[in-house]
């Protein structure tokens, strides 16, 4: 029996779980959690995005150029289109170390109708455009970077005698005997699907 009626004594009967009505009860609603788990799964399988590596002529015929110097250091950007989710936590500027011998031109970006250029710095210029509806983005700097990564490429280059400039806005009092400032948010959140410059 999977209840017991009760009646009170104004007549009202109460249907009480047994003891194997409640261990049948968990069992459907465990069924109906697991068959709902399964379902968002299969949902998450069907809109997910892979995340892609771009070499930057690959997706959208958007061409590198050669830089006559290395992009190398710290350099402020700007949100051109506010209100995107991956942003969320930024400020309307924010600081990325960039190290590259290669640039995208803004101008390139806006030719393609599937592309929004949507951050971007006056020094450093293309940061980052977005495609199908923030499903991919194309990055061109390194928020992932530690404090000490430019400071680490910077010296092995001089140690090989490599010819290389400091990193801009990147030590304290542009010294570099003194200690990285790290000025962008370290090791930051944001996801990183596809890359224009590496």
């Known amino acids: 029996m999977l209840y017991t009626a009760v009646t009170n004594d104004w007549g009202e ?3 009480i779980p047994t003891t194997l009505g409640n261990v049948l009860l968990v069992i459907i609603l465990a069924a109906l959690l697991a068959a709902a788990v399964l379902f968002a799964r299969m949902q998450m399988k069907k809109t997910a995005v892979a995340p892609t590596v771009s070499d930057g002529d690959h997706f959208y015929g958007v061409p590198k150029y050669p830089l006559k110097q290395k992009m190398f250091g710290i350099f402020r950007h700007h949100i051109n289109v506010q209100g995107l989710p991956i942003f969320r936590g ?3 500027e924010f600081f990325v170390p960039h190290s590259r011998h290669t640039e995208i031109h803004r101008e390139d970006i806006l ?3 599937e592309l929004a250029l949507i951050a971007e710095s006056d020094e450093s ?3 980052m455009a977005m495609a199908r509806n923030g499903r991919e983005f ?3 700097g390194h928020s992932e970077y530690s404090p ?3 400071d680490t490429e910077y010296k092995r280059d001089l140690g090989k005698g490599l ?3 400091m990193p ?4 304290k009092d542009d010294n570099p005997d003194n200690a990285p400032y790290p000025r962008w948010c370290v090791g930051a959140d944001m996801p990183i699907c596809c890359f224009l410059i590496g």
Request: aromatic fraction near 28%; charge should be negative; charged fraction near 20%.
């Open 90 to 92: 930024f400020d309307d």
């Open 168 to 171: 801009v806005n990147y030590y």
């Open 111 to 113: 030719k393609v109708k």
């Open 13 to 15: 009967t109460t249907y």
């Open 138 to 140: 194309f990055i061109t």
């Open 125 to 127: 210029g293309v940061y």
């Open 148 to 150: 000490y990564t430019l």
């Open 163 to 165: 010819p290389i400039e």
